[in-house]
């Protein structure tokens, strides 16, 4: 990433930080936006490389950053179980929840913990499949963290990496 | 992946309109009155009744001319859409194009509006009370078809403190007609069995307004009862949420609708398509009563079509004979409502409810028609769905 691009990436950060409130609301909806403006944006890159271990390849990246980006999150939410607000827990609960989701998106791909590996004609469905798991009418759309920092976090995972 | 500048730079954007959403105040959303009083025509005397006969307002661009049916007059098919909009609905296509759920929710209700003959059909979107979070706006907007015309809309508030669709409810009793048959058609997000808490408010931009299945349930009841004596108040009730076909969802609205319309599991927000109706109002009218399953198993399989050529998650779409299915939970309550989280807690994992002991298998001599089709991936990739209903884990 260029260093201009990185300094008004650390600006938006910093604004949003700033700005977020402590329990999203209209907010939010920005963040969650740019979420899944990001997991389209890979699905696309999917589907325009032509060699399927190249498709792979990109998408097992794009897989593991966010496992370990969600697990690193869900680290720093805060102490202990015990210390933590209700809302705090909820956050790393919705974290950690997606980081397993994530990892078992990952080991699909590559076939295994027990499931079927992916195979080469099915991966820009599996793109796809992949988006539309945040894209279900549960409540805030299935992917929903109640800190806007938190998702804020996420988004600078896939857009700095 | 890299970001491009253009990234970098509508999140600077972003967070300058965040800060700005911050410092906005609360003024009141104002109502744009469109629409003949029907109230004055009824109790106010002859100019008024004279308004209604006489064609529109000329003010409103929107307005039919000499289509609005005088209040009162009968109309044979009545649709009501209550579609959801403060809350995350964008998705994106197969084309990799954005998409806002919501709104296209609304442009399926305006077709079935425009094309469904001589039904009376009401639009209620609800929408985000704050304009790029800065800007108070009205947040919510009510359109009425008749016979196929426009014949007007209204701004309202969806005031801070009241259930959800109370409002909605109040516009309908002043402008709705008698309706020989009724149909009600809810898109949003599930609905959390008990109010969310702040932290994950349903309506983004209106947290502290109330909704959930209780609150839901009196709305619906708030929608007043249907012209057929000793008959529930709505034909077809349709839900077009995540969830909506649980047990707990389905006892508590089967004292309202001949049939429910729902998706046990998750729906992606490419949503129930509600456009077959254009088709069956010609083709089998609902004047008979055996007609109304027949409409439900349609617009169930349309929808299921729909969803399964779209996506790749799970597609679940049931319809529940809704006396059949309550008596069928009424005498399996023990399993299901003893269950942790059986009225749905919100955000709980859901399982089958076939799956706990003493249920049952349910299915269809529980009145229930299920269309399932499980993911192309995932670890429920070769999953069976038998009894029709979700219950929360």
Redesign the interface.
């Known amino acids: ?2 260093g ?2 990185r300094f ?2 650390i ?3 910093c ?2 930080s ?4 402590a ?8 963040l ?3 979420y ?10 999917v ?1 325009q490389i032509p060699d399927p271990a190249a498709k792979r390849e990109h998408l097992e990246y ?1 897989l593991t950053r966010m496992q370990h980006g969600l697990q690193k999150a869900a680290a720093e939410t805060g102490g202990s179980p015990g210390a933590l607000s209700q ?1 705090q827990q ?1 956050d790393r609960a919705s974290l950690t929840a997606l980081a397993e989701k994530y990892a ?1 998106y990952a080991s ?1 791909l590559n076939g295994i913990a027990g ?2 590996r ?1 195979p080469d004609a ?1 991966l820009d ?2 793109a ?2 992949v ?3 945040s ?8 992917v ?1 963290i ?1 800190s806007g920092v938190l998702i804020l976090i996420l988004i600078l995972i ?4 | ?5 253009g ?3 509508r ?2 954007a ?6 700005a ?2 410092c906005g105040g609360s003024k009141p959303a104002t109502a744009l009155q469109a629409l003949p009083d029907p109230s004055r025509a009824a109790h106010s005397g002859p100019a008024a009744a004279v308004a209604d006969a006489a064609p529109p307002a000329p003010s409103s661009p929107d307005l039919g001319n000499s289509q609005v049916s005088p209040v009162g007059d009968t109309v044979p098919l009545q649709f009501i859409y209550v579609i959801h909009g403060d ?6 296509g ?1 084309d ?1 194009k ?1 998409r806002q ?1 919501d709104e296209e929710a609304v442009a399926q209700a305006k077709t079935v509006a425009r094309e469904a003959g001589d039904a009376q059909v009401f639009l209620f979107h609800q929408r ?3 304009f790029l ?1 800065m800007v108070p706006a009205d947040d919510g907007l009510m359109r009425l078809y008749r016979n196929g015309k426009l014949a007007g809309s209204e701004k309202y508030a969806r005031s801070g403190t009241r259930d959800a669709m109370q409002a909605e409810g109040e516009l309908y009793r002043k402008y709705a007609s008698p309706a020989r048959h009724r149909i009600f058609l809810y898109f ?3 609905i ?1 069995a008990d109010s ?1 808490p ?5 309506s ?2 209106k ?1 502290r307004l109330a909704f959930n299945l209780a609150s839901f349930t009196e709305a619906v009841h708030g929608f007043g009862p249907g012209l057929r004596p000793d008959a529930k108040p709505f034909d077809l009730l349709v839900l ?4 909506g076909g649980t047990a707990a969802v389905t006892s508590a609205l089967a004292p309202y609708a001949d049939f429910l319309l729902a998706s046990p599991g ?4 490419t ?1 129930l398509d509600s456009r077959a109706s254009v088709r069956l109002v010609r083709e089998r009218p609902l004047s008979a009563d055996a007609n109304v399953e027949s409409w439900g198993k349609t617009l169930a399989s349309d929808s299921f079509a729909q969803l399964c050529e779209n ?3 799970s597609v679940t779409v049931a319809l529940y004979e809704t006396d059949k299915a309550a008596a069928y939970l009424q005498a399996h309550r023990d399993a299901w409502a003893g269950a942790p989280g059986a009225a749905g807690a ?2 709980d994992a859901y399982r089958d409810c076939a799956a706990i002991p003493g249920f049952g298998p349910g299915g269809l001599e529980a009145g229930v028609t299920l269309l399932y089709r499980a ?5 429920d ?1 070769g999953k069976t769905f038998q009894s029709g209903w979700e219950c929360a884990l």
């Open positions: 990433m260029h201009f691009q008004l990436a600006c938006a950060f604004a949003i700033a700005a977020a409130p329990k999203a609301s209209a907010g939010s909806g920005f969650e936006e740019r899944h403006a990001a997991l389209n944006d890979m699905v696309q890159q589907r794009f809302a909820a078992a699909e499931f079927t992916v099915g469905e599996f796809g499949y988006r539309q798991g894209e279900q009418a549960a409540i805030g759309g299935g929903y109640s896939i857009l700095l990496t | 992946m890299r970001m491009g500048t990234h970098a730079i999140m600077v972003a967070a300058t309109s965040l800060f959403w911050g809350a995350g609905y964008s998705y994106y197969r990799g954005r759920a985000p009370h704050r979070g949003g997000h599930e959390p969310a702040a932290s994950r408010p349903y983004r931009s947290p077009s949420t995540c969830h998750d729906l992606h927000l949503y996506t790749a998650t919100s955000g993911p192309l991936f995932g670890a990739k």
